[in-house]
């Protein structure tokens, strides 16, 4: 796969924000995942509502809809989106152990909503990490990526594999 040309550089090199102006808007969605593992303890203690922080699932998705809506005060080029939706969903896993986060976020815009998913999901795992660090520091976030997008010049995209880590630049 040739890569594409990289659109926040200028002649120069320099970094700059991408002018959109001219782009039709369409409906956008992008779908992100990301992963938190932990000792099976830590698990259960969440899942049985007994962190000393409160609740952290409900937290986590709250932080990770707030992250969001602030991706552009984040990533310094990102472009301020009027978002329509996010939605943020955390499933337990025992056999990581831990917990799969998987975020939405959509747009009727000029440019995609990719960043704005990566961070709400990146952003409920270190929600997840921050509520439980007392019980179990070696938690571990992993796995972010970008799962699926739709909408734009660029189409759809959706990653063919679950796990692309170690091949991913081959």
Do not use: W
Request: with cysteine; proline share 4%; hydrophobic share 40%.
């Amino acid at each position: 796969m040739v890569p594409h040309k990289l659109t926040h550089l200028n002649a120069s090199g320099q970094a700059n924000m991408v002018d959109v102006g001219n782009k039709p808007e369409t409906e956008r969605t992008a779908i992100a995942g990301a992963t938190v593992t932990m000792l099976p303890a830590t698990l259960n203690l969440i899942l049985e509502g007994e962190s000393k922080k409160g609740d952290v699932l409900g937290t986590a998705r709250l932080a990770g809809i707030m992250a969001a809506k602030r991706t552009h005060e984040l990533i310094p080029l990102c472009h301020p989106l009027m978002l329509t939706k996010v939605s943020v969903d955390i499933e337990p896993d025992k056999d990581l152990p831990g917990f799969r986060v998987t975020a939405t976020a959509r747009v009727t815009g000029r440019t995609g909503v990719e960043m704005e998913a990566l961070t709400a999901a990146t952003v409920a795992c270190l929600t997840i990490y921050d509520m439980a660090k007392a019980a179990d520091r070696a938690m571990v976030i992993s796995d972010v990526k970008l799962v699926e997008k739709t909408g734009g010049r660029s189409g759809h995209y959706r990653l063919e594999r679950a796990d692309r880590g170690a091949d991913l630049r081959r």
